[in-house]
């Protein structure tokens, strides 16, 4: 069974001309857990990525698997299995196809392909061309290329896109299977609800910056959550809770206890012979913390330095007409930097598609597998605005969160 690697990031920061896409960000990702990887859009999560798996050269600071460079690895796909983008894929190709090609490029066994292709659902689909693959038959068959060489190390971008809710469900028991046999695994997501119910931990940035790291259970404060619990004879229940000396207070929806948690009040009533016709936890929810957490309202202490406040006026050298600028910046991204800032990057697979490396929102929000290094020549700059644009948080209904640009009515329209 492969080992699990630890991944650490140390002071990493890339910048893109005047744009910190990601600055100082030190964290540490363990093995045998699953680690959600978290912040609105332009927080700079996929250049962290990229930068972790050599595709982007840091401007300072360093990335490491198990302590090396992902250059340095001497098998790359056997102990690193990457899935970033959704158009690595040559559309008239078969699955079989697609995976023999990365098979014979790491010189891995072809019996291995059936063997993927049945953990991630697709083995009657094995002979299909990819061109006619939905959404969610791609981040399967993307999974399957991250799963080819057996790693113990797994970095996904959105694993869950695209997948009706029994995929959902499968890719989080897969996800919670592969971490419980040693495996380290990191994943990107904006679904905050299934990361809720996925992840063992969490790390959190906001406009580059680290602003929480720890467990889910860390994100609030103990104080900040109450037990409510309830019961159709609630005079009875009242004075169980009196006569143990609890502290509660009578609600609408029942009473409410701090400092004690469900299972000791279920406990109590059980004892006594009181049913119960409510008994739950009740807090800030993970959707009201993180909002908070990358606004700055909320400052946890795993995140080291303070990160400074939202504010009305207009980041100092960011494009005011760019929507792209407020997405992670990446060389055909709004400003690039020149052609030798970028990383010569290892080829983890042998296929050269069209893709770009574009931002979170420039592209499919799939995971697939990144394949490619990004293009050796970046376009130059064009002109934009310098003022105007104030990044804004919204949360849609889904739980997923991004940033709405509100831009001044004279802006111009930003190069693509």
Known sequence: MPDGQVLELAGLTKRFGAISAVDGLTARIEPGQVTGFLGPNGAGKTTSLRMLLGLVRPTSGTATIGGKRYADLASPLQTVGAALEASSFHPGRSAANHLKVYARAASLPTTRIDEVLGLVGLADAAGRRVGGFSLGMRQRL???TALLGDPGVLVLDEPSNGLDPEGIRWMRSLLRHLAEEGRTVLISSHLLAEVQQ???ALLVISRGRLVFQGGIEDLAD?????TVVDSPDRAALSRLLEDRGIDHQLLRNGFTIRHHEPVEIGALAAGAGIALSNLQSRGASLEDIFLELVSGVRVHASAGAVPAPVSDATPE???AAAPAALHDPVPDAGRVPDAEALAPAPIVGPESTASKDL????????ALVAV????????PAGSAA????RPSYSVASTGVIDIVPSAAPDETEAPR
């Open 317 to 319: 050298g960011l494009p």
């Open 359 to 366: 931002g979170d929102d420039a592209r499919p929000s799939a």
């Open 372 to 379: 490619i290094p990004p293009p050796r020549s970046a376009r």
């Open 142 to 144: 993307g999974l399957a």
């Open 222 to 226: 103990p104080d900040e959550y109450a």
């Open 198 to 200: 996925t992840v063992d």
């Open 386 to 389: 310098e003022d105007g644009l």
